[in-house]
């Protein structure tokens, strides 16, 4: 997928979210409103789950915590360099 460059005040069209959406770091409630919003996810997604304040990526069979250890905001931003 390209990746795209935004400027200050751009606007995201809905229709670009296909293009770009493994670009992106989806925020959801919980489990179960993850999977009513994603049923058939792609290897790469990274999802944040509030629920247990949890960064996860899917490896193409299943949720793993970013890293592979506890799967905190705070160690993710750690991990991405933040």
């Not at 670009?23 to 179960?32: D, E, L, N, R, W």
Request: hydrophobic share 40%; no cysteine; net charge negative.
């Amino acid at each position: 997928m390209p990746r795209l460059t935004f400027t200050a005040g751009e606007v995201l069209e809905a229709s670009e979210m296909n293009t770009i959406s493994d670009q992106t770091v989806m925020v959801f409630a919980g489990t179960a409103e993850r999977a009513a919003a994603i049923p058939s996810p792609t290897e790469g997604m990274v999802t944040y789950l509030q629920s247990d304040n949890a960064t996860e990526v899917f490896t193409g069979a299943a949720y793993e915590p970013l890293g592979g250890g506890a799967g905190g905001f705070e160690n993710s931003l750690l991990l991405m360099g933040g």
